[in-house]
């Protein structure tokens, strides 16, 4: 048995891994999938003041009074920014450190800096002038419908559930920069990416070109596991993300 800690994305709660969820603990796994501050069935909790720093607690508050321990970590796209913090908070608790659709970004970076210069000012003003400014709107469902590669593998079914239970994502989470103790704490811990929109190659071809997305790849040890779909596997293949974190459970 594996004891994992499932982390989703912007607009998503614990309910995402549903799916994932249910097909981990039927294979006998312990699994704590995560509602961050303001998200999900802890939507109430929006607020302008709702940060980085407040989802990092929700990670760091799940392993610790849940008593968990050799806990696989799993970070989904935004995800991954709660993930890395909560990491370099408590390393001594985890097993694996693993990163779908997503990575660990270095100390001072924030996932607004993902989204290039331009679009980033853009979104920092509206922060400060727009009076809903603080929240950032989940795709609609004409742009989950619409052939993006981003939205690939979403059935009918899993565009309702989306469309159904996505909110609006607290933008401070996004612009707050990450702020590691030490940068280095977790490099020794055996870590995963799952890619989906990617393949594996052009993945490890972008690692050894010194991508900016992958800036904070280098110095640990990496596995890779290729999910081919869009950008929200718990969604489009359950089943088989599902197959992929319990075989890491099996050979952690």
């Not at 004891?3 to 603990?25: I, K, P």
């Amino acid at each position: 048995m594996a004891t994992y800690v499932l982390v989703a994305g912007n607009w998503l709660g614990a309910w995402a891994w549903t799916d994932v969820t249910a097909r981990l603990r039927a294979a006998g796994h312990d699994v704590h999938p995560v509602t961050l501050t303001g998200l999900g069935d802890r939507v109430h909790l929006a607020s302008r003041e709702v940060d980085l720093d407040t989802h990092i607690a929700d990670v760091v508050h799940t392993i610790e009074y849940a008593d968990l321990h050799e806990v696989i970590l799993v970070g989904h796209s935004y995800g991954g920014f709660p993930v890395t913090g909560a990491a370099d908070r408590v390393p001594d608790r985890l097993a694996r450190l693993v990163y779908v659709e997503s990575g660990p970004l270095p100390s001072g970076t924030s996932q607004l800096d993902m989204t290039g210069p331009e679009e980033r000012e853009a979104t920092l003003r509206r922060l400060k002038e727009r009076e809903d400014g603080w929240l950032l709107p989940p795709p609609s469902p004409a742009e989950l419908a619409s052939g993006v590669p981003v939205y690939a593998g979403l059935d009918e079914t899993a565009r309702a559930s989306f469309t159904a239970r996505a909110v609006p994502q607290p933008l401070n989470a996004n612009a707050q920069p990450l702020r590691l103790a030490d940068d280095g704490r977790c490099d020794g811990l055996p870590h995963t990416l799952v890619t989906c929109m990617f393949p594996v190659e052009q993945v490890r071809a972008m690692v050894a070109e010194g991508h900016p997305y992958f800036a904070g790849f280098a110095g640990k040890e990496w596995t890779y596991v290729e999910v081919p779909t869009g950008h929200w596997p718990m969604l489009s293949e359950p089943e088989r993300l599902a197959h992929a974190l319990a075989d890491l459970g099996r050979a952690g």
